[in-house]
Each structure stands twice: as C-alpha cells, then as structure tokens.
C-alpha cells in the first residue's frame, strides 16, 4: 500500500477520533477532566510491557520522562476542554499549528537544531492561519479564554515532545514510552480524584447501581474514540518512516477538511452538536486557514 494511502487514511482516524472527543464532550461530559482522566488513565495498559525493559530511564532521562507523561495528560485536560468550548474545525487546526512552531523553538533552544529560511516562512503561514481561525467570522469568534485554552494545550503538548525526545536520545525507547505512559497514567488517576467534577462523573460510570445521570454507552465511544487515535497514530508514523515526513505532515490538513465536510453532510443536528458554523463566510475562512495550515506543515516539516 502506497505511504501516501496510509498517510491519508491515518489522519481520516485521527479525524473520525476527534469528532467522537467532541460529540462526547457536547453531550455526555460536563467536565473536560473527567475524559482526560480516562484517556491517560488508560495509558496504564502500556504497563503491561515492562517485564520486556531492560533498560529503564534515569537522572536526566527520568526527568525528561515524567514531564513527558505529565504534560501530555494537563495537555490533553486542555484541549478537551478548548473543544468543549468551540468548533472542532478551529481548536484542532490552531492547536495543531502551535504545536510544530512551540516545538520547533524548544529544540532549537535546548537541543540545537537549526531555523531555515524555509521553516521561517512555514511559520508565517501557521501563525496566519491561526489568526485567522481564532478571529473567525465576524459573528462567532471565539473568546480570549478559549484561545489562551487551546494555546496552553499547545504549550504543553510542545513541552512534552522536547521533554520525549530528550529522553528518548538519553535511554532506551521502550524504557521511556513505558516509564512516561506509567506517569501519564498517574497523572490522570491524581486528576480523576481530586477534581470535583471527574470524581463524580467517574463514580458514576463505573459504579455496579444503576444512576439516572450515569452517560450510557461513553466507555465503549470513548475507547472506539481512542482507538481511532491510536490507527491514526500508528498508519501516519508508518507513512513518515516509509515516504516523505512532510507531505505527510502537510497532509494532516486532510483531517481539518474532514471534520468540516463531516459537519456539513452531517445536517442541523451534527453541527449543533460539533457547534460548527457552516455560513458561507465561515466556510471560506476555515477552507482558507486549512490550507494555510498545510502549507505550512509542509515547509517546517521540510
């Protein structure tokens, strides 16, 4: 199967997964860490491949490891709740252009790499591009602590791919994705406990009595969800070791286009629940900024 095939039907899951993040968020979750807490909760099946570490993370490479795993889940907390608050369509585009940009700053700061002039105009198009998603139309422009939300989830999730791939030059693979997924896991069960509003909607989904508010059915969406993320993951990383980590790259635009098309097909009742804006003027704007967005991609991965 061609790489860009894979490239393709991998950011279709990752598409299909954060439209289940937010279908689920609108209508079953009223906290935002309560789905966080489960999804790095869930992380602690990754525990199960220890007996085949032999070489586990340490000074250096521990710390680089528990912030990896800790800021994956406070970025996670973050995004959810970003996309409880907003379109799909423009969190997931602008977190996903402040991500690259973040990261880039933080390797070229403490790990050395270098800025070309290339990546510098891939950096135009993305803070562009995240402009314009941030603004909007004139009539549904999201509000400052939305996007300071959506930039924190950003920030973290940078910090957290420096913080992995320091540890990741620093000891062995299999030691850090097992030690930081056995973080990330404590993480979720700290936030699971001592957030108010997760210790009760967790109580209810996983109590044996029956409970008028417990969300029937979330579990298994949200495992078909996490699923979906973890092919998607999978297939695009297949892609960038297979052709070029770029277009690959470029191509994650493919699933921004997706949930936007989704929400169209999806008529009246999918885009109240996706709270998508489908205005001839939001769909310029978005079509615009996607496209940006790619670009953009394209250049700083180069």
Not at 146 to 160: D, G, H, Q, R, Y
């Amino acid at each position: 199967m061609s790489w860009i095939i894979l490239a393709i039907i991998g950011h279709l899951a990752n598409a299909a997964a954060f439209i289940i993040d937010k279908t689920l968020l609108a209508s079953t979750w009223k906290s935002s860490a309560t789905y966080a807490a489960l999804i790095g909760g869930m992380s602690a099946v990754v525990l199960l491949a220890s007996p085949w570490v032999h070489t586990w993370p340490q000074g250096q490479a521990l710390l680089s490891s528990t912030i990896f795993g800790g800021m994956f889940v406070i970025a996670i907390w973050a995004f959810f709740e970003a996309l409880r608050r907003a379109e799909a369509s423009r969190v997931v585009p602008i977190v996903g252009s402040v991500i690259p940009m973040l990261t880039l700053l933080g390797t070229t700061t403490l790990l050395g790499e270098q800025i070309t002039t290339r990546i510098a105009f891939g950096f135009i198009c993305l803070l562009v591009a995240t402009y314009v998603l941030s603004r909007g139309s004139a009539h549904n422009r999201l509000d400052g602590r939305t996007i300071l939300i959506a930039l924190l989830s950003a920030a973290c999730f940078a910090i957290a791919s420096v913080a992995g791939k320091d540890a990741f030059t620093r000891s062995s693979f299999l030691g850090v994705f097992v030690a930081s997924r056995g973080i990330a896991a404590g993480v979720a069960i700290l936030v699971g406990v001592f957030v108010h509003d997760a210790r009760k909607e967790l109580r209810a989904l996983f109590s044996f009595k029956k409970h008028a508010n417990a969300p029937s059915g979330s579990l298994g969406l949200t495992i078909v969800g996490q699923a979906c993320g973890s092919l998607g993951f999978i297939l695009v990383n297949a892609a960038i070791a297979a052709g070029s980590a770029a277009l690959v790259n470029a191509l994650q635009a493919v699933q921004y286009a997706t949930i936007v098309l989704v929400a169209w097909i999806g008529g009246g009742r999918l885009q109240r629940i996706l709270q998508e804006d489908m205005s001839r003027q939001a769909l310029l704007l978005k079509g615009g900024a996607i496209s940006l967005v790619g670009l953009g991609l394209w250049l700083v991965a180069g």
